[in-house]
C-alpha cells in the first residue's frame, strides 16, 4: 500500500532554489523503499515575484496551501526589498496564521564536520533550541512617530501570553521526556523586568507537572557564552522568538556550517500543515554557482518524515547523511570540500538507494 502526501513547495529566493531539488530528490527516492508517494505543487512566492506584483505571495496564497500535508521551504530574501518585507509578506504570515507555534531547531555535530569549536566533538553536543514562533518580541504592535525630526522615536511591543508561554513550555517538557530530560529556559528577568519575570513564573508552573525533568533558567548573556564554551551540556532548550532565534543561528555556526542547519515550524495540534526549512538564508553571495550546501534542506525533509510519521524513514535520511559525512570523501566547501551542490547530491543518492 502507498501513502500518498501532498506536498507544497516553496524554493523562495537565492540558493532556497537551490536546496529545495536535492531534498525532494532525497525524499523520493527513500519515499520509494517505504511505500510513500510524495505530489508536490510548486509555488513561485518570493522576491522575484514581489518585483513582479508588489507582493511576495498572492492574496489566496494561505488558502491556497491549507489543505497540504506539509510546506517545504528554501529561503526567502534578495537584495532589493527590504528583509522586513520579505518576512512578514509569507514567513510571518504562514507561521501564524497555521499556528506553527513551534520552531524546532535540532543541533549536533556530526563525525565528518569540523566544530569551529576544539571542544565540541560527535556525538557529544546534541541539542534542541524550541523556539516560541508566533509572539514574543515579534509583534506588530507599535510605531513610529516624528519621522526624520530630532524627536523621532520608535516603539515596538513584545507581546507574551500565558496560552503561549504554556503550549511553548509544555512542548519543551514534552520533548525532553524522550531525550535527557533536561530543559534550559532562556530568560533575561534581570533586566527585562515584565515579559521575562512572567515568563520564568509559567515555565516554573509547566516545570512542576514534569517532575521528571531538571529544568534549569539561565540569562540569555550568560547561556551564549555557555553554549559556545561547554555546548555539550544542553538538552533541550526553550526560548522566546527573538531569543530562540539568535541562539539556534549561535548553536549552528557552533555544530560547523549554517548550511547543515534544519527547522521544523510546527503546528503540533495538526490543524494546519506545519513548514520545514533550513535555518540558512537565500545566500545571496553564493547563489547561482552550485555552492550551496543542501543538508539543511535534507535534513529539514527529513523532519518532515517524522512528523509526517514515518520515523523509520527519516532516521534511513539521516543516517545516510551521517554515513557520507564520516565517510570523509565528498562534501561541499562549507564543509571543508570541493564538492558543488550535484555532486554531493548524487553522492548522497547513492547511499540512500542503497
Ligand atoms: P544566509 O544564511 O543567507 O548567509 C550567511 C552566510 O552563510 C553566507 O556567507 C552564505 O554564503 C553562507 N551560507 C548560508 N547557507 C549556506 C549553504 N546552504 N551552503 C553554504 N553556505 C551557506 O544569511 P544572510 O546573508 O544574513 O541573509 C541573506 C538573505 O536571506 C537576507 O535577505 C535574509 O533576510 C534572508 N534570510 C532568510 C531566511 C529564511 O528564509 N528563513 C533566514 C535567514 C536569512
Ligand atoms: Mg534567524
Redesign the pocket.
Known amino acids: 500500500m502507498t501513502t500518498v502526501h501532498r506536498i507544497a513547495l516553496i524554493p ?1 529566493d ?3 532554489q537551490e ?1 529545495l531539488p536535492p531534498a525532494t530528490a532525497v525524499l523520493d527516492a527513500v519515499g520509494k523503499r517505504h511505500g510513500i508517494e510524495f505530489r508536490y505543487d510548486s509555488f513561485d512566492w518570493s522576491c522575484k515575484r514581489y518585483a513582479h506584483e508588489g507582493a511576495m505571495m498572492p492574496a489566496d496564497g494561505l488558502e491556497q496551501i491549507a489543505g497540504h500535508d506539509a510546506i517545504l ?1 528554501g ?5 532589493g526589498v527590504p ?1 522586513h518585507v ?2 512578514w509578506g509569507l ?1 510571518i504570515p504562514i507561521r501564524r496564521a497555521f499556528a506553527q507555534y513551534v520552531n524546532l531547531r535540532p543541533i549536533a555535530v556530526l563525525d565528518g564536520v569540523p566544530s569551529p569549536l576544539s571542544g565540541a566533538r560527535p556525538g557529544e553536543v546534541d541539542f534542541v533550541v524550541v523556539r516560541e514562533n508566533s509572539e514574543g518580541e515579534y509583534s506588530e504592535i507599535g510605531g513610529r512617530m516624528n519621522r526624520g525630526l530630532p524627536g523621532e522615536l520608535a516603539v515596538q511591543e513584545a507581546v507574551f501570553t500565558r496560552t503561549g508561554v504554556t503550549r511553548i513550555a509544555d512542548y519543551a517538557f514534552e520533548l525532553a521526556e524522550g531525550r535527557r530530560k533536561h530543559v534550559t529556559s532562556a530568560t533575561k528577568s534581570n533586566g527585562i523586568v515584565h515579559t521575562m519575570p512572567f515568563w520564568d513564573e509559567v515555565v516554573a508552573e509547566r516545570a512542576a507537572r514534569h517532575p521528571g525533568i531538571e529544568l534549569v533558567s539561565e540569562h540569555i548573556d550568560a547561556l551564549a557564552a555557555k553554549l559556545v564554551l561547554n555546548p555539550s551540556r544542553f538538552d533541550v532548550i526553550v526560548a522566546s522568538n527573538l531569543f530562540g532565534d539568535i541562539l539556534s543561528d549561535l548553536a549552528a555556526a557552533v555544530a560547523g ?3 547543515i542547519a534544519p527547522s521544523g515550524n510546527l503546528n503540533p495540534e495538526r490543524d494546519h500543515p506545519s513548514m520545514f ?10 547563489a547561482g554557482k552550485d ?4 543538508l ?1 534542506a535534507i535534513w529539514s525533509a527529513s523532519m518532515m518524515l517524522d512528523h509526517l510519521g514515518h520515523a523509520d524513514a527519516a532516521a534511513e535520511v539521516l543516517d545516510a547523511v551521517r554515513g557520507s559525512l564520516a565517510e570523509g570523501g565528498v562534501r ?3 564543509m571543508g570540500g570541493t564538492a558543488g551542490t550535484a555532486e554531493f547530491t548524487r553522492a548522497l543518492l547513492d547511499r540512500v538507494g542503497r
Open positions: 523562495g537565492g540558493i532556497g536546496v521551504l529561503a526567502v530574501g534578495w537584495p528583509d520579505s518576512l514567513l556550517s549554517i548550511g526549512e533550513p535555518v540558512h538564508g537565500s545566500a545571496p553571495d553564493i555552492l550551496a550546501n543542501p539543511g561541499t566547501r562549507d
